[in-house]
């Protein structure tokens, strides 16, 4: 008899501690997706999903109202910058370009900027460069890479001759992973060594989480577990870090030799642009001795001889020669670039265009390779 008491005591404790569990959850939910965890803790994505790898992370953001007001949706590539005709993919500005040699600048929010001025104003406004080129810029802020390969596969037969810079965050090779960021958006994959795009036309917002819905089971153990974790920490348990690194690798690899490929049938001049960050959140890759997304990118570039600059070797020279710290080059506490290191960037630009240019003609390829004066940690054929 004391056996079954005990057992039905025990068993009434689990379903109250059960029901107590879904509660809080439900309450939890409740709380978080409410105006009132704006601001707070809790109202943040990072605590329940990978931002690097996780669509959930994003469609959690999206859902919390964490949304970028500057960015128009496009059915082809998710969304688009206001300083692209979205109907056909030509920047507003390139009436402008007039008998100038064009430079297409291509990339996410680091080459968009957020300061008030750009590299289009730099370059733009440069004695002698200005009256031989002008610099469009078709980055948009939150691309990953292969957005950003897409936009420039679209856009780039608008313009005669044009000059082209790739450039990429180290994360934009996290985000080609993902089917969902600020909104939902085209993605690779890997189908037999062939690279395959899905997700167009692109769907609406709410329509998409509705059929894909966010995955996390429980926020509040979420919430709990990972919110005194370290980022890089976080980002371990939620996911596997070597698959999704393999995975990063091996699409992204694909993506860059497609970039490469279609420039190299225009017959373009160009070059590549990796920028490095120094998030306040999750490690600084400025600092870091070893990136392995650094070394992806630069070592497939040097393979296929195609020229490029780093934003890293950059700042760590110039807090070599002016005594400074890396944060001083960057929006303190958001870790874009600030002005100081977009006009540097600028100068490193400008020292590449200067041969293309001033050319009467446009360089072939071993014309490109003998004048590119590549900054230090870069390389060309």
């Given amino acids: 008899m004391r056996i079954n008491t005990f057992v039905r005591d025990a068993a009434i404790l689990l379903v ?91 990339g996410d929010s680091f080459a968009a900027c957020l300061t008030q001025r750009c590299f289009e104003d730099y370059l733009n406004e440069r004695p002698g460069l200005s009256e031989q080129c002008y610099l469009l810029n078709y980055a948009v802020g939150g691309y990953g890479y292969d957005q950003t390969h897409l936009l420039l596969d679209k856009s780039i037969d608008h313009y005669k001759r044009p000059v082209v810079i790739v ?17 939902p958006k085209p993605y690779y994959i890997l189908e037999e060594g062939k690279l395959v795009l899905h997700g167009t036309p692109v769907p609406d917002a709410q329509a998409f989480i509705r059929d894909h819905p966010v995955g996390v089971r429980s926020y509040l153990y979420r919430y709990f577990i990972y919110r005194g974790l370290p980022p890089k920490w976080r ?76 934003t890293k070797s950059l700042v760590r020279d110039q807090m070599r020669r002016l005594n400074r710290s890396a944060e001083s080059f960057f929006i303190r506490g958001d870790g874009h670039p600030n002005d100081d290191l977009n006009a540097l960037v600028a100068d490193a630009i400008a020292e590449q265009l200067g041969p293309m240019c001033m050319a009467p003609t446009a360089y072939t390829v071993p014309v490109l390779e003998r004048h590119f004066r590549p900054l230090r940690g870069s390389a060309a054929r």
């Fill in 167 to 183: 450039s990429l965050l180290l994360d934009d090779l996290n985000r080609s992973l993902l089917t969902f960021r600020s909104a």
């Fill in 235 to 310: 980002a371990g348990l939620l996911t596997d870090e070597a698959v999704m690194r393999s995975r990063t690798i091996d699409l992204t690899r694909a993506i860059l030799i497609e970039t490469i490929t279609r420039l190299r049938r225009l017959n373009a001049d160009f070059f590549f642009l990796v920028f490095v960050d120094n998030w306040p959140e999750g490690g600084s890759s400025i600092m870091q001795e070893y990136d392995w997304r650094l070394e992806h990118v630069t070592g497939l570039l040097k393979a296929e001889g195609v020229p490029y600059l780093e």
């Fill in 16 to 106: 109250l501690c059960g029901l107590t569990l879904i509660g809080a959850e439900y309450a939890f939910r409740a709380f978080l997706f409410s105006s009132r965890s704006r601001g707070t803790p809790m109202g943040q994505a990072q605590f329940y999903a990978s931002h690097l790898y996780e669509d959930d992370h994003w469609k959690i953001q999206y859902l919390l109202n964490v949304k970028n007001p500057e960015l128009g949706l496009h059915r082809d590539l998710g969304w688009i910058s206001s300083r692209i005709d979205a109907g056909t993919l030509r920047h507003r500005d390139a009436d402008a370009v007039g008998s100038r040699r064009p430079v297409l600048l291509y």
